[in-house]
Structure formats: structure tokens, C-alpha cells
Nanobody, 124 residues
Framework: QLQLVESGGGVVQPGGSRRLSCAAP????????IGWFRQAPGKEREGVSC????????YYADSVKGRFTISRDNAKNTVYLQMNSLKPEDTAVYYC?????????????????WGQGTRVTVST
């Protein structure tokens, strides 16, 4: 059973940066496409970014394009989400998810393993 563990959340000021990590202790992420999703209070979950198994293909939501960067280190079995120029509207619980195929997708119905989430609060 693939277990995903997110880390790196916290409180950050507007304009600041934060890096989230997604690991899979005891398993390998190497053959999975990985996505980052977020859910803000009172809002539906939305796809933020995704990456294919090799790391060569990435997609971003328009709201984060140019500010967030997804990457992966298969040797470390970890996927990252570097978030720069954070805005208050980026405040949410961020989830990483894995699907059983190698491609990148922001369709959340393709994902079958989800982490517990890590909270990011952008506030003064």
C-alpha cells in the first residue's frame, strides 16, 4: 500500500517562499505520476501542479504558473513543490497524490493514493 507523507507546511508572509515535500516511506514513487492539490476553507479541492514519472513533463494551474515549481528526485523518492511569491489566496491544505500511471495529469479522479495534507497559511 502506497503511503504518502507531506511536509513543509507552515505560516509564511505574503511574498515569501515555502517548499513542500511528498515522500513515500517504504515504497517507490518512481513509476507514478504525482500531483499536488489544495483545498482552501469553504472551497473545492483544486489541482495545483503535477509531474510525470520521469520529471520531464509538468503542468500548473493558471493561478500558480510562474510562482510554483514542481520537481522530483526519484533517487530520494520525493516530490517537491517550491512555492514562491506566496499570496494570501494560496492559503490551503496541500495534498500530494499518486496515480498508477506514468503521465502527468491534474484530473483528481485519476489519483488513487492521497496524503493527509500539510497546511500552508499565507498571512502577515
Amino acid at each position: 500500500q502506497l503511503q504518502l507523507v507531506e511536509s513543509g507546511g507552515g505560516v509564511v508572509q505574503p511574498g515569501g517562499s515555502r517548499r513542500l515535500s511528498c515522500a513515500a516511506p517504504g515504497s517507490t514513487l518512481e513509476y507514478h505520476g504525482i500531483g499536488w492539490f489544495r483545498q482552501a476553507p469553504g472551497k473545492e479541492r483544486e489541482g495545483v501542479s503535477c509531474i510525470n514519472s520521469s520529471g520531464r513533463t509538468t503542468y500548473y494551474a493558471d493561478s500558480v504558473k510562474g510562482r510554483f515549481t514542481i520537481s522530483r528526485d526519484n533517487a530520494k523518492n520525493t516530490v517537491y513543490l517550491q512555492m514562491n511569491s506566496l499570496k494570501p489566496e494560496d492559503t490551503a491544505v496541500y495534498y500530494c497524490a499518486a496515480h498508477p500511471n506514468v503521465w502527468a495529469t491534474l484530473r483528481d479522479d485519476e489519483y488513487d493514493h492521497w496524503g493527509q495534507g500539510t497546511r500552508v497559511t499565507v498571512s502577515t
